[in-house]
């Protein structure tokens, strides 16, 4: 009789969850590292911009298109704003979805382990009734050879 794990459909929904939580921390995550990346890209930005504000205004730059520029930099700032808030608000999501992959993790492993153990056991159990049959087998050669 062939190992059988009674709770192999638990473990296979325990397999399913996980794989989802997986997925959907690396999505928080993803989403986290593009905003912190947006952010990190907009402050070169603006960094350089002021910079070339600075070396175009020696060179003679118009009002207006300095003007142009101020406005620009103004939008990137509030743009920083959000963004700051898009990360303020994925941070916790996504230590949501850690803690929720974690605990998957966790229950899976559980189920792995006791399927594990109980595989041990069979098998132990398994050996022991071969070895008995084997003895019986011998015992009852003998027992011919001592009879013929």
Excluded: C
């Excluded at 002021?50 to 520029?69: C, K, M, N, Q, Y």
């Excluded at 406005?71 to 963004?83: G, N, P």
């Excluded at 992959?101 to 009734?129: I, N």
């Amino acid at each position: 009789m062939a190992f059988h794990f009674v709770l192999e459909p638990l473990l296979r929904l325990r397999h399913s969850v996980e794989r989802q939580r997986k997925l959907a921390l690396q999505n928080a995550a993803s989403h986290l590292a593009h905003a912190q990346t947006a952010i990190v890209q907009l402050d070169e930005s603006l960094a350089s911009s002021v910079t070339a504000d600075a070396s175009s205004l020696v060179a003679g730059r118009r009002a207006a298109e300095l003007h142009f520029a101020v406005e620009l930099r103004e939008q990137l700032r509030h743009l920083r704003l959000r963004l700051q808030q898009d990360v303020l608000r994925l941070e916790p999501l996504r230590t949501q979805a850690a803690s929720a992959y974690q605990q998957a993790f966790r229950e899976r492993e559980v189920l792995e382990s006791l399927r594990a153990r109980q595989h041990r056991a069979y098998q132990v159990e398994r050996d022991r009734r071969e070895q008995q049959r084997i003895d019986a087998a011998y015992l009852l050669q003998r027992w011919h050879h001592r009879k013929g």
